[in-house]
């Protein structure tokens, strides 16, 4: 072999000894496709949050209100032959909601498994108990549209019930909500991969939401604490899905992780 030849080759091959690299040191390119993977599992969560949000928002405060009528059966039933369409998107949007709820419920747990694996169990639990609400929901509402349309018995009677019923399971499903949001809450401040603040607000937000559920059904006079009880998290939320979609995770987490967080490990898509 040439003098060239061993100097090439000696070129392209790690030296031993001092040199060589500490194999429990991550390599930079192990680092960034990390990194990579837990902006795009983070991001994703976001995105199945906001799209969460934006089916609730639609179907709560948009398509609710212009069909049900608390304390008129009659008006309730004419607003669903009228509006016949609008009642079926509403269903539509129920279903929107249990699919991006699940959704996020798993993507959440794959960002926060790492973390804490029993906190991030727990935001997927009480996220999959949303949906079962959700669905139970959606069936009500899609049965009292089939009921104004073909009537069965006292219609109006009846579709007011469905959607009374409805309206109830999601009161109930607050206690769920703020459940979900508690543990989230707890990885955040664990993680330090978002802010602290905010970590606290959602913790905040989850106990709230949790005491509003009580509230409503405890002392229906005080329906004003109910709903301000629950203001926190929906700061919480909205601040969550923004950071997640925008930010992802804060670029220096996994240097400054604790002893207990293992990043994850990128799997190849």
């Not at 060589?20 to 994703?44: C, K, V």
């Not at 989230?184 to 939401?209: D, N, T």
């Not at 997640?244 to 804060?250: C, T």
Request: hydrophobic letters at 50%.
């Amino acid at each position: 072999m040439s003098s060239e030849e061993k100097q090439l080759r000696g070129s392209t091959h790690p030296k031993s000894g001092g040199d060589h690299a500490n194999p429990s040191t991550p390599r930079p390119d192990r680092e960034g496709a990390t990194m990579h993977a837990l902006t795009r599992t983070a991001r994703l969560a976001g995105l199945f949050y906001l799209g969460n949000a934006i089916t609730g928002v639609l179907g709560f405060l948009i398509v609710r209100p212009q069909i049900f009528a608390a304390d008129d059966p009659n008006a309730t039933l004419a607003n669903l032959v009228a509006h016949e369409s609008l009642a079926r998107a509403g269903v539509a949007l129920e279903l929107g909601m249990v699919v991006t709820q699940t959704l996020a419920a798993v993507w959440f747990y794959r960002l926060f498994r790492t973390v804490d694996r029993s906190a991030a169990s727990g935001i997927a639990a009480f996220g999959l108990v949303n949906t079962i609400v959700g669905l139970v929901s959606a069936a009500l509402l899609a049965t009292a549209v089939e009921v104004s349309v073909d009537p069965v018995g006292d219609a109006a009677a009846n579709v007011q019930v469905l959607y009374l019923v409805s309206d109830s399971l999601w009161g109930v499903g607050a206690l769920f909500f703020g459940l979900w949001l508690i543990p989230m809450g707890w990885c955040v401040l664990r993680s330090g991969w978002m802010p602290r603040v905010l970590g606290w607000i959602l913790v905040g937000g989850g106990v709230g939401y949790v005491l509003s559920a009580f509230i409503r059904y405890l002392a229906p006079d005080a329906q004003i604490v109910a709903e301000a009880l629950a203001y926190p998290a929906s700061v919480g939320e909205f601040w969550m899905i923004g950071y997640l979609l925008i930010r992802g995770v804060r670029r220096q987490a996994l240097d400054e992780a604790p002893p207990t967080v293992h990043p994850p490990t990128p799997v190849a898509s």
